[in-house]
């Protein structure tokens, strides 16, 4: 008893000790202001609406040439598509300091196109193109952490 008692109050101890805090959450970033190309899809407007904006940050953000590409993959005796893939490409431009920062993010998945029913693979291209898109949100996210520092 007396060492399960010990034991529990050296890891409390160890814990408080090493400087742990709770995450914090890494998505609430400020920027000085973010402008939209007529090729942006509203729904990735919408996801970016959690960056806050403030007047007084010198980051500002372009997010320009949205684009989907879909590629079939055919082979096999039928010669039919096997596989397609969805790429999504977009180019952001970060101005800090009154330097022009370009960046391509390019997000890229594949899937069957073994099925029967073509309704059921629009669906699923559907589908991908709304992770794609989440995917380059986050991308986005992670560029202008990575130029705030």
Do not use: W
Not at 25 to 37: D, L, R
Not at 79 to 91: H, N, Q, S, T
């Amino acid at each position: 008893m007396i060492n399960k008692i010990l034991a529990l109050s050296l890891i409390l101890l160890v814990s408080y000790g090493c400087g742990y805090e709770v995450i914090k959450n890494h998505n609430a970033i400020a920027i000085g202001g973010i402008k939209f190309s007529e090729s942006i899809p509203s729904s990735i407007k919408i996801k970016l609406k959690d960056i806050k904006i403030d007047e007084s940050e010198d980051l500002f953000l372009l997010v320009d040439n949205y684009e989907i590409k879909e590629r079939k993959t055919y082979g096999g005796s039928a010669l039919r598509a096997l596989e397609g893939e969805l790429k999504g490409e977009m180019i952001i431009i970060l101005l800090k300091d009154n330097k022009r920062i370009v960046e391509k993010l390019v997000s890229i998945k594949n899937y069957n196109v073994t099925e029967l029913n073509p309704l059921a693979e629009k669906e699923t291209v559907k589908k991908l193109e709304e992770r794609i898109q989440r995917d380059l949100v986050q991308q986005i996210i992670f560029e202008i952490q990575m130029h705030e520092m």
